[in-house]
């Protein structure tokens, strides 16, 4: 029942930004913790960032940690990832996931590649 749906992935010169984000439906959004995943090709899926609830506290990986911001407008059911100074390092597909009770959706993925 839960959709998520990513957007504003691309292409983008080293240095640039984006900001992708993730739509959801079929759920309470506020009672949702969001997060941010990615993966490369042959690699394994990576934490990216997270944001609670109620106080939206966050939390980021720490290679991304000064760079990239996340939010969320629950009005909007939509949870943002700000992606600045990117580095061809953060090629990857980018995936949007909700959770409640340690239950968690995904979304399909939008890919985000970083060109040097």
């Known amino acids: 029942q839960v959709q998520l749906v990513e957007s504003g992935g691309g292409l983008v010169q080293a240095g640039g930004s984006l900001r992708l984000s993730c739509a959801a439906s079929?759920?309470?959004?506020?009672?949702?913790?969001m997060g941010w995943f990615r993966q490369a090709p042959g690699k394994e899926r990576e934490f990216v960032a997270v944001i609670n609830t109620r106080r939206d506290s966050t939390d980021y990986a720490d290679s991304v940690k000064g760079r990239f911001t996340i939010s969320r407008d629950n009005a909007k059911n939509t949870v943002y990832l700000q992606m600045n100074s990117l580095e061809p390092e953060d090629t990857a597909v980018y995936y949007c996931?909700?959770?409640?009770?340690?239950?968690?959706?995904w979304g399909r993925g939008t890919q985000v590649t970083v060109s040097s």
């Open positions: 079929g759920l309470i959004f506020s009672s949702y913790g």
């Open positions: 996931n909700a959770v409640q009770d340690h239950l968690v959706s």
